[in-house]
């Protein structure tokens, strides 16, 4: 009977301090402002402790400002399990926030979000069968990085925090490379969670238009097909549909090389952002995209309907999201082929009815030429041209496994954040694998997010008997995670680790020669080998500068000689066939 009292009496108690809790946030007290990242927190922090068994703030791992990564999960059974919360067959809608603090209307629109989860039977209703994984404040450095004019388009709020993050990276280029901590524990929070649904709340510059909200959903040709279908055929027209009915009706994200009245395209969401980071694990993304020049409280107010929009949709089509998603996962493990870049397609160019406002040009103040503005007194409603479609440029057939030397523990750390299973050799063993060899590519002249990035990569193939150690990694082909492997592992994949600069050091030729001194093993190699010599003077035939360079010429015999190191250029991630993937099994037990 005592510890009835005592229950009667704790339970009591938190009824209580919910009831006497204000749950006003800081927006609705002045709708253009936005906490700070420490407000934002406590808010948080004092709604975890009013409501213990529906919502719990979890920290998990660091970010570059020193501050742990915060996640808000609301369960309404009060398990906050991942593994129990999967057995039940629930889905998991996954929401980001301030990856650029400047854009905070994903802050307040979430603390009310949260809010109404918790106060409201009718959203708990909504989440039976959905747990919300929330990030309340992802770039926190860049949160405490406040002011007021680093958004100089933007319409409000009074004070804001700056793009990039505390080592002044873009958060939203970083989820391959993984440079920042807060890229780091992201991956590991993201696998550990899987969420079905992710949305990364933003706000848009660009061109004027109508709408308060555009939207940018994961660029369909890159999605697995059976998502795909469900996305463009079900879910997506929900969305529009419901975003409608709450009087803020939105349109494709106004990507245009110009103005609107020109067309505009979809985005092509490459891994390095949030929405082709999560493609990469078959979860179909969203970045709602608020306008800049929209009042403040009207883009916070339809970023909080989009989230409930998006949960209203997720409720009545729960049992096609868990269908799409098995399926896909059951094929991803099976796919044989992967694509790995894209061009927009330009034979397959739609129409979109757009609300826009007419571009004039009239004379600037500033430079005395003409200036482009949008007229807002001439607004219009008509068809203009959207591609929407990517076709892949580059596609590669998976290998059984490709094996990595354990010196590669950078490459090591990011396949086991995301969730790929690793294998270790037990031995050392002489293995024949296919490699790369790197030829031609393009590589950016100024740094990208610290960066030297590669593309266009050329390659040729090997066959070779290499040795590896005990200890070295192997990593399947048979995993859910198959894409995110392929897509970072294969060099011509757009944000590759090779493109992203994690192999430049096999680009550099480390063994050379002294001219005087070669020139006789030169001369004497090419007379016991025609072949080469006739290719040399092919070469010196083709190519008047190569014909005038001596050094040059000595090096392309060089390349052709035993003394040339074979390490150079050569990509050292091996891939295995079947047959010998499955011979290492037998040996090494895995």
Same mark, same amino acid.
């Given at each position: 009977?005592?510890?009835?009292?005592?229950?009667?009496?704790?339970?009591?108690?938190?009824?209580?301090?919910?009831?006497?809790?204000?749950?006003?946030?800081?927006?609705?007290? =002045?709708?253009?402002?936005?906490?700070?990242?420490?407000?934002?927190?406590?808010?948080?922090?004092?709604?975890?402790?009013?409501?213990?068994?529906?919502?719990?703030?979890?920290?998990?791992?660091?970010?570059?400002?020193?501050?742990?990564?915060?996640?808000?999960?609301?369960?309404?059974?009060?398990?906050?399990?991942?593994?129990?919360?999967?057995?039940?067959?629930?889905?998991?809608?996954?929401?980001?926030?301030?990856?650029?603090?400047?854009?905070?209307?994903?802050?307040?629109?979430?603390?009310?979000?949260?809010?109404?989860?918790?106060?409201?039977?009718?959203?708990?209703?909504?989440?039976?069968?959905?747990?919300?994984?929330?990030?309340?404040?992802?770039?926190?450095?860049?949160?405490?990085?406040?002011?007021?004019?680093?958004?100089?388009?933007?319409?409000?709020?009074?004070?804001?925090?700056?793009?990039?993050?505390?080592?002044?990276?873009?958060?939203?280029?970083?989820?391959? $490379?993984?440079?920042?901590?807060?890229?780091?524990?992201?991956?590991?929070?993201?696998?550990?969670?899987?969420?079905?649904?992710?949305?990364?709340?933003?706000?848009?510059?660009?061109?004027? %238009? &109508?709408?308060?909200?555009?939207?940018?959903?994961?660029?369909?040709? $890159?999605?697995?097909?059976?998502?795909? *279908?469900?996305?463009?055929?079900?879910?997506?027209?929900?969305? %529009?549909?419901?975003?409608?009915?709450?009087?803020?009706?939105? !349109?494709?994200?106004?990507?245009?090389?110009?103005?609107?009245?020109?067309?505009?395209?979809?985005?092509?969401?490459?891994?390095?952002?949030?929405?082709?980071?999560?493609?990469?694990?078959?979860?179909?993304?969203? /970045?709602?995209?608020?306008?800049?020049?929209?009042? %403040?409280?009207?883009?916070?107010?339809?970023?909080?309907?989009? /989230?409930?929009? /998006?949960?209203?949709?997720?409720? &009545?089509?729960?049992?096609?999201?868990?269908?799409?998603?098995?399926?896909?996962?059951?094929?991803?493990?099976?796919?044989?082929?992967?694509?790995?870049?894209?061009?927009?397609?330009?034979?397959?160019?739609?129409?979109?009815?757009?609300?826009?406002?007419?571009?004039?040009?009239?004379?600037?103040?500033?430079?005395?030429?003409?200036?482009?503005?949008?007229?807002?007194?001439?607004?219009?409603?008509?068809?203009?041209?959207?591609?929407?479609?990517?076709?892949?440029?580059?596609?590669?057939?998976?290998?059984?496994?490709?094996?990595?030397? $354990?010196?590669? !523990?950078?490459?090591?750390?990011?396949?086991?954040?995301?969730?790929?299973?690793? %294998?270790?050799?037990?031995?050392?063993?002489?293995?024949?694998?296919?490699?790369?060899?790197?030829?031609?590519?393009?590589?950016?002249?100024?740094?990208?997010? *610290?960066?030297?990035?590669?593309?266009?990569?050329?390659?040729? $193939?090997?066959?070779?008997?290499?040795?590896?150690?005990?200890? =070295?990694?192997?990593?399947?082909?048979?995993?859910?995670?198959?894409?995110?492997?392929?897509? #970072?592992?294969?060099? &011509?994949?757009?944000?590759?680790?090779?493109?992203?600069?994690?192999?430049?050091?096999?680009?550099?030729?480390?063994?050379?020669?002294?001219?005087?001194?070669?020139? =006789?093993?030169?001369? =004497?190699?090419?007379?016991?080998?025609?072949?080469?010599?006739?290719?040399?003077?092919?070469?010196?035939?083709?190519?008047?500068?190569?014909?005038?360079?001596?050094?040059?010429?000595?090096?392309?015999?060089?390349?052709? #000689?035993?003394?040339?190191?074979?390490?150079?250029?050569?990509?050292?991630?091996?891939?295995? !066939?079947?047959?010998?993937?499955?011979?290492?099994?037998?040996?090494?037990?895995?």
């Amino acid at each position: 009977m005592k510890y009835i009292t005592i229950l009667i009496f704790v339970l009591l108690h938190f009824t209580i301090s919910a009831q006497q809790m204000d749950y006003t946030t800081s927006f609705e007290k =002045d709708p253009n402002s936005t906490p700070t990242y420490q407000e934002t927190i406590k808010y948080y922090e004092n709604l975890a402790k009013a409501f213990p068994n529906k919502m719990q703030l979890i920290s998990k791992g660091n970010t570059d400002a020193g501050y742990p990564l915060l996640t808000v999960v609301i369960d309404m059974e009060g398990d906050f399990d991942t593994k129990k919360i999967r057995a039940k067959n629930k889905q998991v809608l996954f929401v980001n926030n301030a990856i650029h603090p400047g854009e905070s209307c994903g802050v307040d629109a979430s603390m009310m979000l949260i809010k109404n989860c918790l106060l409201q039977k009718e959203m708990q209703k909504k989440l039976k069968n959905t747990v919300i994984v929330l990030i309340p404040f992802y770039n926190i450095g860049g949160g405490l990085n406040r002011g007021s004019h680093s958004r100089a388009n933007q319409n409000g709020p009074h004070e804001h925090g700056f793009r990039g993050n505390a080592r002044n990276f873009d958060l939203n280029r970083d989820f391959i $490379k993984c440079d920042t901590k807060n890229a780091q524990t992201f991956n590991q929070i993201y696998s550990q969670w899987r969420p079905e649904i992710f949305v990364d709340n933003h706000t848009s510059n660009g061109a004027d %238009y &109508q709408y308060t909200m555009t939207l940018i959903a994961t660029q369909s040709d $890159k999605l697995h097909p059976t998502l795909a *279908g469900y996305m463009n055929d079900h879910l997506l027209p929900a969305l %529009y549909k419901g975003m409608k009915a709450k009087d803020w009706e939105i !349109t494709p994200y106004v990507y245009a090389r110009d103005t609107p009245d020109g067309g505009i395209s979809a985005f092509l969401d490459l891994p390095r952002y949030s929405s082709g980071y999560a493609a990469l694990h078959n979860a179909i993304s969203f /970045m709602p995209e608020t306008h800049m020049l929209k009042p %403040y409280k009207g883009r916070v107010e339809s970023t909080l309907a989009f /989230m409930e929009t /998006m949960i209203q949709t997720m409720n &009545q089509q729960y049992e096609t999201i868990q269908r799409v998603r098995k399926s896909a996962d059951a094929q991803t493990i099976n796919q044989t082929s992967f694509d790995l870049n894209w061009t927009m397609d330009s034979e397959k160019v739609d129409s979109v009815l757009f609300k826009g406002y007419e571009a004039k040009y009239k004379t600037s103040e500033v430079t005395g030429l003409q200036r482009l503005y949008y007229d807002r007194d001439a607004p219009y409603e008509k068809k203009i041209a959207y591609a929407g479609n990517y076709k892949a440029t580059v596609s590669v057939d998976k290998p059984a496994a490709y094996i990595i030397p $354990k010196a590669y !523990t950078d490459i090591i750390d990011r396949l086991r954040w995301n969730g790929v299973k690793v %294998y270790r050799l037990s031995y050392d063993k002489e293995i024949e694998v296919e490699m790369y060899r790197i030829g031609e590519m393009d590589s950016r002249k100024q740094p990208y997010e *610290g960066h030297y990035l590669h593309s266009n990569v050329q390659l040729t $193939k090997e066959t070779v008997k290499w040795n590896y150690y005990e200890g =070295d990694y192997i990593i399947q082909l048979n995993q859910v995670a198959n894409r995110y492997i392929m897509e #970072t592992l294969e060099p &011509q994949g757009a944000d590759s680790f090779f493109a992203w600069n994690f192999f430049d050091s096999i680009l550099m030729q480390k063994e050379h020669f002294s001219p005087y001194v070669f020139e =006789d093993l030169a001369a =004497d190699f090419l007379r016991k080998n025609p072949a080469i010599k006739e290719k040399l003077e092919e070469k010196r035939k083709n190519d008047p500068e190569f014909a005038k360079n001596a050094y040059a010429q000595l090096q392309f015999v060089y390349e052709h #000689t035993s003394h040339y190191e074979p390490t150079h250029r050569l990509y050292p991630i091996g891939r295995l !066939t079947k047959s010998e993937l499955q011979s290492l099994a037998e040996s090494y037990g895995f």
